[in-house]
């Protein structure tokens, strides 16, 4: 049916925020996603994607691109929840049909399979969006904290300590399966009105735009891209200042413990001066005190610098940490006291080529900073992991 | 002949000292490993009253043999430091060891403690025992001399 633009763009103009009282039976061309919209849900599934791709089969090096996806979702659930107030009506949450009698109906009249189109949302969907905002929402949350946690990075890193985001990324894990399923329920849903049920919703995520009864129709007289543009350009300033400055604080449970010169001397001439959170103080000093048997070989000291290089372990040993290393290895004693026969280390490293270890960058296994970028300071992120030569594991 | 060990080191560091106190003191890498040179020489002649000088070749010999006699993954120096005493030479945690030889690493020699902390280690560890003030000064003539 030809579409009478005239009298829409006069209507646009004189209401505004109006339903049409047109009383034929007329379909206009209206658009019920505005641009900001569906660039937010665009840039959404490109985000989800590459934090889904990362975070179920990413190794943990990949740490950063997951995290630079998750702080994007942050951002685009901050725009999108401040879009369902200030958005065009279709956008906002007040639009959405989410009386439970209304889906509950819907869900019925699928199951006859049969389902008028919906202008907006239709109640099954409504709800489906409130779980996917809130879904991701769970996620960023608990990923922000597993990430100051174990980490000690991110804006919350100050703030968390490691058993808290140990918790929280469990919890992360248990929403990111979640997702999984909502996500799926979504697309299905997709399927079902865009293909069985032949209702237009997939170009209307594209162009914005839907056929519908004149009468229903509600229209907005401008457009809203300005208003998202500097919505999103506001969000993003906001938060990642914000973030920034929280980022910038030191981590909690780790402090900068200058060596003394004699610790990088003496035990660094033949190996990588290990940080002293890695082991126990009691390992330390029993290390301290057989250092002519040490690992094959005689690593003897004079009395003064045994002294001096034991004190420093001990005042810094793993009890003084709360960071991921300290934690999983550095609090576990083994009987030859090295790092690399604790379970957490054979686990981390299982799997390992012999060759990465072995090649002459790196040297030896028990050469952490061939690998690790931070293992001097003790913090072991798994994002400052760079294989040497594009090796891989 | 049976290689001569020191029991009671306190002795030879007094001669050594004293050898020491007759140079000039000066700052410069060489000078301080001659004065390190002139210890171990008074060490030997007081030992050996027949003392002719260091080998560079005995101490070519002592590098490159093979003793195994001390800790069983360090059988001899080669072992860390690698056959050309001028490469690079690798820890057996893999870490780089600068040249041995004083040609490619100046700052080589210069400190008596560490000098003798590094015999005292890795003699026990290639060896199984101390080595001798003649090892000593034959090693450091190679080293310096190449």
């Known amino acids: 049916m030809k579409l009478d633009m005239a009298f829409i763009n006069i209507f646009q103009k004189t209401h505004g925020h109006q339903y049409a009282d047109a009383d034929d039976n007329r ?70 049909p989410l009386a439970p009698r ?18 907006g949302h239709n109640p099954v969907g409504a709800w489906m969006i409130m779980a996917l905002l809130f879904t991701l929402l769970v996620l960023v949350s608990t990923g922000m904290f597993a990430l100051g946690g174990q980490e000690g990075l991110g804006p919350l890193g100050f703030l968390v300590d490691f058993q808290t985001g140990r918790r929280a990324a469990d919890l992360h894990e248990i929403a990111a399966w979640a997702l999984f399923g909502v996500v799926a329920t979504h697309l299905l ?20 735009n839907k056929w519908i009864s004149a009468t229903k129709a509600r229209f907005h007289r401008r457009s809203y891209t300005a208003r998202g543009v500097g919505l999103l350009a506001v969000t993003t300033v906001v938060l990642l200042s914000g973030g920034l400055i929280l980022a910038s604080n030191p981590p909690s449970g780790w402090m900068l413990v200058p060596a003394p010169a004699a610790y990088s001397a003496e035990c660094g001439s033949c190996h990588h001066a290990y940080h002293p959170s890695l082991r126990t103080e009691k390992s330390w000093r029993s290390m301290m005190s057989n250092l002519s048997e040490h690992y094959g070989e005689d690593a003897s000291l004079d009395a003064e610098t045994t002294t001096a290089i034991e004190t420093f372990l001990a ?13 999983r290895i550095g609090r576990t004693d083994t009987r030859s006291l090295r790092i690399t026969d604790t379970a957490f280390w054979k686990k981390r490293h299982d799997g390992i080529a012999e060759r990465v270890f072995k090649q ?34 | 002949m049976k290689p001569r060990t020191i029991e ?60 195994a006699a001390g800790k069983p993954d360090t059988p001899s120096c080669t072992s860390c ?54 090892e000593k000064g034959d090693f450091l003539t190679f080293m310096s001399n190449r």
């Open chain 1, 27 to 96: 379909t206009v061309k209206v658009q019920i996603w505005d641009l900001p919209l569906r660039l937010f849900h665009w840039s959404m599934v490109a985000a989800v994607s590459v934090a889904g791709f990362t975070g179920f089969v990413g190794r943990p090096w990949w740490l950063g691109a997951h995290v630079f996806a998750g702080y994007s979702i942050g951002i685009l659930l901050v725009f999108r929840f401040a879009w369902g107030v200030l958005g065009s009506h279709y956008s906002t949450f007040k639009s959405f």
């Open chain 1, 189 to 208: 849903g997709v399927f079902v009105e865009a293909c069985l049920l032949r209702h237009p919703v997939l170009s209307a995520m594209i162009t914005g």
């Open chain 1, 102 to 119: 209304g889906a509950l109906n819907h869900v019925r009249s699928l199951l006859r399979r049969s389902s008028r189109a919906h202008t």
């Open chain 1, 315 to 327: 005042a810094n040993a793993a009890g003084k940490f709360d960071t991921e290393a300290s934690w």
């Open chain 1, 360 to 393: 002459s960058s790196v040297g030896s296994k028990i050469n952490c900073n061939g690998c690790h970028g931070d293992a001097a300071s003790g913090r072991f992120a798994d994002q400052n992991i760079h294989f040497p030569n594009g090796d891989k594991k």
């Open chain 2, 8 to 67: 009671n080191p306190r002795p030879m560091l007094i001669i050594m000292a004293l050898g020491l106190s007759l140079l000039p003191i000066d700052g410069s890498a060489s000078d301080l490993r001659q004065q390190i040179f002139a210890g171990y020489t008074q060490a030997a002649k007081s030992k050996t009253p027949d003392f002719a000088g260091f080998s560079a070749k005995r101490g070519q010999e002592l590098f490159l043999s093979r003793p």
């Open chain 2, 81 to 134: 430091h690698s056959t050309d005493p001028a490469a690079k030479g690798l820890t057996r945690a893999g870490k780089e060891i600068a040249p041995m030889v004083v040609s490619k690493s100046p700052e080589r020699y210069t400190d008596i403690k560490k000098v003798e902390k590094w015999f005292r280690r890795n003699c026990k560890g290639v060896l199984g025992r101390t080595c001798t003030v003649m």
